[in-house]
Protein backbone atom coordinates (compact mmCIF):
# COMPACT_ATOMS: atom_id res chain seq x y z
CA UNK A 1 0.00 0.00 0.00
CA UNK A 2 1.07 3.48 -0.94
CA UNK A 3 2.31 6.35 1.85
CA UNK A 4 1.64 9.33 0.72
CA UNK A 5 3.57 12.37 2.74
CA UNK A 6 2.90 16.11 2.16
CA UNK A 7 5.35 18.91 3.11
CA UNK A 8 4.56 21.45 4.88
CA UNK A 9 1.21 20.21 6.79
CA UNK A 10 0.68 24.25 7.71
CA UNK A 11 1.67 27.10 5.84
CA UNK A 12 1.39 30.82 6.27
CA UNK A 13 1.89 33.55 3.88
CA UNK A 14 1.67 37.00 2.41
CA UNK A 15 -0.88 37.77 -0.71
CA UNK A 16 1.50 37.65 -3.40
CA UNK A 17 4.03 34.75 -2.11
CA UNK A 18 4.80 32.09 -4.58
CA UNK A 19 3.63 28.78 -2.51
CA UNK A 20 5.00 25.46 -3.04
CA UNK A 21 3.24 22.51 -1.70
CA UNK A 22 5.12 19.14 -1.86
CA UNK A 23 3.94 15.69 -2.04
CA UNK A 24 5.65 11.71 -1.89
CA UNK A 25 4.71 8.33 -2.22
CA UNK A 26 6.42 5.38 -2.02
CA UNK A 27 5.53 2.61 -4.64
CA UNK A 28 4.66 3.30 -8.38
CA UNK A 29 1.52 4.92 -8.95
CA UNK A 30 -1.00 4.93 -12.37
CA UNK A 31 -2.06 8.41 -11.53
CA UNK A 32 -1.74 11.47 -8.58
CA UNK A 33 -4.38 14.25 -7.59
CA UNK A 34 -3.90 17.63 -6.43
CA UNK A 35 -7.52 18.22 -4.33
CA UNK A 36 -8.79 21.18 -3.18
CA UNK A 37 -10.67 21.62 0.14
CA UNK A 38 -12.43 24.75 1.57
CA UNK A 39 -13.73 25.23 5.15
CA UNK A 40 -17.41 23.51 5.28
CA UNK A 41 -16.00 20.01 3.65
CA UNK A 42 -16.25 20.75 -0.46
CA UNK A 43 -13.52 19.28 -2.04
CA UNK A 44 -12.45 20.25 -5.59
CA UNK A 45 -10.63 18.52 -8.25
CA UNK A 46 -7.64 20.87 -9.46
CA UNK A 47 -5.30 18.15 -11.19
CA UNK A 48 -4.60 14.53 -12.17
CA UNK A 49 -1.63 13.85 -13.62
CA UNK A 50 0.46 11.09 -14.57
CA UNK A 51 3.77 12.75 -15.53
CA UNK A 52 4.94 16.11 -16.98
CA UNK A 53 4.15 19.89 -15.76
CA UNK A 54 0.03 21.03 -16.06
CA UNK A 55 -0.81 24.99 -15.71
CA UNK A 56 -4.32 26.07 -14.74
CA UNK A 57 -4.53 29.61 -14.17
CA UNK A 58 -2.22 30.52 -11.16
CA UNK A 59 -1.93 26.61 -10.49
CA UNK A 60 0.65 24.62 -11.81
CA UNK A 61 1.15 20.96 -11.01
CA UNK A 62 4.68 18.86 -11.33
CA UNK A 63 5.30 15.04 -11.27
CA UNK A 64 8.41 13.19 -11.60
CA UNK A 65 7.76 9.81 -11.58
CA UNK A 66 11.41 8.50 -10.74
CA UNK A 67 11.51 10.48 -7.69
CA UNK A 68 8.19 9.71 -6.74
CA UNK A 69 7.76 12.95 -6.34
CA UNK A 70 5.04 15.62 -7.29
CA UNK A 71 4.56 19.65 -6.42
CA UNK A 72 1.87 22.03 -6.50
CA UNK A 73 2.79 25.30 -6.93
CA UNK A 74 0.69 29.09 -6.38
CA UNK A 75 1.78 32.27 -8.12
CA UNK A 76 0.63 35.42 -7.08
CA UNK A 77 -1.12 34.02 -4.13
CA UNK A 78 -4.58 35.44 -2.95
CA UNK A 79 -6.88 35.25 -0.13
CA UNK A 80 -8.87 32.92 -1.67
CA UNK A 81 -6.01 30.53 -2.38
CA UNK A 82 -6.35 29.49 1.67
CA UNK A 83 -7.86 26.30 1.73
CA UNK A 84 -6.83 22.48 2.66
CA UNK A 85 -4.63 21.10 -0.62
CA UNK A 86 -4.11 17.43 -0.46
CA UNK A 87 -2.72 14.79 -2.76
CA UNK A 88 -3.88 11.35 -3.61
CA UNK A 89 -2.71 8.53 -5.13
CA UNK A 90 -3.88 5.84 -7.59
CA UNK A 91 -1.45 2.60 -7.38
CA UNK A 92 -0.41 1.04 -10.80
CA UNK A 93 -2.34 -2.57 -11.54
CA UNK A 94 -6.08 -1.15 -11.24
CA UNK A 95 -5.26 0.51 -7.65
CA UNK A 96 -7.05 -1.87 -5.88
CA UNK A 97 -7.46 0.00 -2.79
CA UNK A 98 -8.41 3.47 -4.57
CA UNK A 99 -7.04 6.39 -3.66
CA UNK A 100 -4.60 7.05 -1.02
CA UNK A 101 -4.43 10.56 0.19
CA UNK A 102 -2.01 12.27 2.20
CA UNK A 103 -3.08 14.59 5.33
CA UNK A 104 -3.06 17.70 3.65
CA UNK A 105 -1.17 21.33 4.03
CA UNK A 106 -3.43 23.67 5.78
CA UNK A 107 -2.28 27.21 3.68
CA UNK A 108 -3.84 30.25 4.50
CA UNK A 109 -3.16 33.51 2.70
CA UNK A 110 -2.86 36.95 4.61
CA UNK A 111 -3.97 40.41 2.90
CA UNK B 1 -23.98 19.55 -16.06
CA UNK B 2 -25.51 19.56 -12.43
CA UNK B 3 -22.98 18.30 -10.12
CA UNK B 4 -22.55 15.32 -7.92
CA UNK B 5 -25.27 15.40 -5.43
CA UNK B 6 -25.66 13.49 -1.88
CA UNK B 7 -28.59 13.49 0.12
CA UNK B 8 -28.89 13.84 3.14
CA UNK B 9 -26.39 16.49 4.09
CA UNK B 10 -26.53 16.10 7.38
CA UNK B 11 -27.88 12.92 10.00
CA UNK B 12 -27.67 12.77 13.11
CA UNK B 13 -27.89 8.68 14.38
CA UNK B 14 -27.40 7.36 17.90
CA UNK B 15 -25.29 4.09 18.51
CA UNK B 16 -26.45 0.49 17.32
CA UNK B 17 -28.76 2.40 14.71
CA UNK B 18 -28.09 1.72 10.95
CA UNK B 19 -28.11 4.41 8.20
CA UNK B 20 -28.20 4.95 4.36
CA UNK B 21 -26.62 7.58 2.27
CA UNK B 22 -27.37 8.56 -1.48
CA UNK B 23 -25.31 9.91 -4.54
CA UNK B 24 -26.19 10.97 -7.56
CA UNK B 25 -23.70 11.55 -9.96
CA UNK B 26 -22.85 13.54 -12.76
CA UNK B 27 -24.97 12.60 -15.85
CA UNK B 28 -22.66 9.97 -17.87
CA UNK B 29 -20.38 9.31 -15.28
CA UNK B 30 -20.63 5.66 -14.78
CA UNK B 31 -18.05 5.22 -11.82
CA UNK B 32 -18.63 6.16 -8.11
CA UNK B 33 -16.38 6.43 -4.95
CA UNK B 34 -17.19 6.88 -1.38
CA UNK B 35 -14.73 8.16 1.03
CA UNK B 36 -15.33 8.94 4.86
CA UNK B 37 -12.78 11.73 6.29
CA UNK B 38 -12.56 12.40 9.90
CA UNK B 39 -9.57 14.81 12.18
CA UNK B 40 -8.02 11.69 13.28
CA UNK B 41 -7.39 9.43 9.96
CA UNK B 42 -7.98 12.21 7.34
CA UNK B 43 -9.83 11.06 4.05
CA UNK B 44 -9.69 7.15 3.24
CA UNK B 45 -11.83 4.82 0.38
CA UNK B 46 -14.20 3.12 1.15
CA UNK B 47 -15.58 1.59 -1.99
CA UNK B 48 -15.66 2.32 -5.81
CA UNK B 49 -18.69 1.21 -8.18
CA UNK B 50 -18.45 0.81 -12.23
CA UNK B 51 -21.79 -0.11 -13.86
CA UNK B 52 -23.27 -1.82 -10.73
CA UNK B 53 -20.15 -3.86 -10.11
CA UNK B 54 -17.99 -3.21 -6.89
CA UNK B 55 -14.70 -2.86 -8.25
CA UNK B 56 -12.53 -1.99 -5.32
CA UNK B 57 -13.15 -1.94 -1.40
CA UNK B 58 -10.89 0.28 1.24
CA UNK B 59 -9.78 -1.74 4.90
CA UNK B 60 -13.44 -1.33 6.27
CA UNK B 61 -15.34 -3.43 8.56
CA UNK B 62 -18.50 -5.10 7.13
CA UNK B 63 -20.83 -3.32 8.82
CA UNK B 64 -19.74 -0.75 5.93
CA UNK B 65 -21.71 -1.96 2.46
CA UNK B 66 -22.60 -0.08 -0.63
CA UNK B 67 -24.28 -0.60 -3.87
CA UNK B 68 -24.44 1.10 -7.46
CA UNK B 69 -27.92 1.05 -9.39
CA UNK B 70 -28.63 0.97 -13.58
CA UNK B 71 -28.86 4.46 -13.28
CA UNK B 72 -25.29 4.91 -11.88
CA UNK B 73 -26.66 6.18 -8.35
CA UNK B 74 -25.12 4.87 -5.44
CA UNK B 75 -26.13 4.26 -1.98
CA UNK B 76 -24.02 3.08 1.07
CA UNK B 77 -24.97 1.74 3.89
CA UNK B 78 -23.41 1.57 7.67
CA UNK B 79 -25.24 -1.09 10.00
CA UNK B 80 -24.64 -1.00 13.75
CA UNK B 81 -23.34 2.25 14.27
CA UNK B 82 -20.72 3.30 16.49
CA UNK B 83 -18.94 6.65 17.84
CA UNK B 84 -16.37 6.31 15.87
CA UNK B 85 -18.46 6.52 12.76
CA UNK B 86 -18.91 10.20 13.19
CA UNK B 87 -17.10 11.79 9.78
CA UNK B 88 -17.96 13.61 6.48
CA UNK B 89 -18.81 10.79 3.92
CA UNK B 90 -18.15 12.21 0.49
CA UNK B 91 -18.91 10.58 -3.00
CA UNK B 92 -16.81 11.16 -5.94
CA UNK B 93 -17.68 10.35 -9.59
CA UNK B 94 -15.99 10.17 -13.06
CA UNK B 95 -16.91 8.65 -16.45
CA UNK B 96 -14.21 5.89 -15.97
CA UNK B 97 -12.51 3.92 -13.38
CA UNK B 98 -9.15 6.10 -13.11
CA UNK B 99 -10.80 8.90 -14.58
CA UNK B 100 -10.38 12.59 -12.98
CA UNK B 101 -13.13 12.54 -9.78
CA UNK B 102 -15.58 15.33 -9.10
CA UNK B 103 -16.85 15.43 -5.48
CA UNK B 104 -20.04 15.96 -3.98
CA UNK B 105 -20.57 18.16 -0.76
CA UNK B 106 -20.74 15.36 1.52
CA UNK B 107 -22.64 13.96 4.03
CA UNK B 108 -21.81 15.04 7.66
CA UNK B 109 -22.60 11.77 10.28
CA UNK B 110 -22.73 12.39 13.79
CA UNK B 111 -23.17 9.28 15.95
CA UNK B 112 -24.28 9.78 19.52
Known amino acids: KNEVEQSPQNLTAQEGEFITINCSYS?????LHWLQQHPGGGIVSLFM???GKKKHGRLIATINIQEKHSSLHITASHPRDSAVYIC?????????????FGKGTHLIIQP | KAGVTQTPRYLIKTRGQQVTLSCSPI?????VSWYQQTPGQGLQFLFE???????NKGNFPGRFSGRQFSNSRSEMNVSTLELGDSALYLC???????????FGPGTRLTVL
Open chain 2, 92 to 102: ASSPQVGSEQF
Open chain 1, 49 to 51: LSS
Open chain 2, 49 to 55: YFSETQR
Open chain 1, 27 to 31: VGISA
Open chain 2, 27 to 31: SGHRS
Open chain 1, 88 to 100: AVRDTGGGADGLT
